[in-house]
T-cell receptor, first 110, second 113 residues
Framework: GQQVMQIPQYQHVQEGEDFTTYCNSSTTLSNIQWYKQRPGGHPVFLIQLVKSGEVKKQKRLTFQFGEAKKNSSLHITATQTTDVGTYFCAAPPTLGRLYFGRGTQLTVWP | DTEVTQTPKHLVMGMTNKKSLKCEQHMGHRAMYWYKQKAKKPPELMFVYSYEKLSINESVPSRFSPECPNSSLLNLHLHALQPEDSALYLC????????????FGPGTRLTVL
């Protein structure tokens, strides 16, 4: 079964608009990882968050891990057409399996 | 070298065929994974090898048979597959386990006729 809930499933934005995807778990997570999969491609690791309340930035991408380590978000500022793809969060529950959220498919209109 | 390679890139097979998917990494990773991904869905874990031993089998049908000949190689042997097994098969590796970053290969796109 799915251990991590991710919303929204789809997001369409105009180039230059911001984008956010959210992941929530009912259990405390040891860490959370984010991956990006371009259309026709494979998942590519973006970042791992480990600490409570952690915030990390990669250029226009901001990743947050909640204080209770049960939720996380990925925010993209001023989207570009190169941001198109599906963004997955993934978390290892306590029993050692990495579960992927259902993903958020981002479309960016030029 | 942070690359995981997979062969073949594409595979079309009949339901009576036997084929194998191959995966290789030279990052010194000791955990390797097979995932199955259907269109517009997240990857689904199939098998995990840890230090060349099968540690997790997610109730995968026996027509899929994994093999880990050494720490760098991972195979997935296919036999008597069904059309619903058509999917992208992804291999991944990580340093020691699921808490480490997983590096994915490009995948094998499998079509079963």
């Amino acid at each position: 079964g799915q251990q991590v809930m991710q919303i929204p499933q789809y997001q369409h934005v105009q180039e230059g608009e911001d984008f956010t995807t959210y992941c929530n778990s009912s259990t405390t997570l040891s860490n959370i990882q984010w991956y990006k999969q371009r259309p026709g491609g494979h998942p590519v690791f973006l970042i791992q968050l480990v600490k409570s309340g952690e915030v990390k930035k990669q250029k226009r991408l901001t990743f947050q891990f909640g204080e209770a380590k049960k939720n996380s978000s990925l925010h993209i500022t001023a989207t570009q057409t190169t941001d198109v793809g599906t963004y997955f969060c993934a978390a290892p529950p306590t029993l050692g399996r990495l579960y992927f959220g259902r993903g958020t498919q981002l479309t960016v209109w030029p | 070298d942070t690359e995981v390679t997979q062969t073949p890139k594409h595979l079309v097979m009949g339901m009576t065929n036997k084929k194998s998917l191959k995966c290789e990494q030279h990052m010194g990773h000791r955990a390797m994974y097979w995932y199955k991904q259907k269109a517009k869905k997240p990857p689904e874990l199939m098998f995990v090898y840890s230090y060349e031993k099968l540690s997790i089998n997610e109730s995968v049908p026996s027509r899929f048979s994994p093999e880990c000949p050494n720490s760098s190689l991972l195979n997935l042997h296919l036999h008597a597959l069904q059309p619903e097994d058509s999917a992208l098969y992804l291999c991944a590796s990580s340093l020691t386990g699921v808490r480490d970053t997983q590096y994915f290969g490009p995948g094998t796109r499998l079509t079963v006729l």
